[in-house]
């Protein structure tokens, strides 16, 4: 009995942790019914908690797996919309780094051709 509650205790840790990572990247989503966008967090945080198990595996009985296959097999959402929230912070990252490099890149540029910083 010991063995199972600390199980149960670190499938729950897991399921909070990954709870807060998707309510973090998924915070923008937006499938045009906001009762979709709770339903693909609450899949995306099953499939976080339990990465390496099968649809079923995942979810907690049959009726959560059928709701599972009927939201992935829904026409109206399309992978992209899915996605375009996690894309959004790596595009966001990926252009302040590039900011950073080109300040870099000037900065040594004035540097090597002493340039005067003082006007």
């Not at 973090?24 to 045009?32: A, I, R």
């Not at 995306?44 to 009985?61: D, M, N, Q």
């Not at 996605?83 to 540029?109: C, F, N, S």
């Amino acid at each position: 009995m010991r063995i199972s509650r600390l199980l149960s205790d670190f499938r729950q840790k897991i399921r909070d942790d990954a709870g807060a990572w998707v309510d973090e990247e998924f915070e923008t989503l937006d499938l045009g019914d906001p009762r979709r966008d709770r339903r693909a967090k609450e899949l995306v945080k099953r499939f976080a908690s339990r990465p390496t198990a099968s649809i079923p595996g995942a979810c907690e009985g049959w009726a959560e797996t059928m709701v599972a296959y009927r939201f992935l097999g829904n026409e109206r959402i399309d992978w992209r919309d899915m996605m375009q929230p996690h894309w959004e912070p790596g595009a966001k990252t990926l252009w302040i780094g590039m900011q950073r490099v080109m300040d870099a890149v000037i900065t040594i540029q004035i540097l090597r051709d002493g340039y005067d910083t003082s006007v």
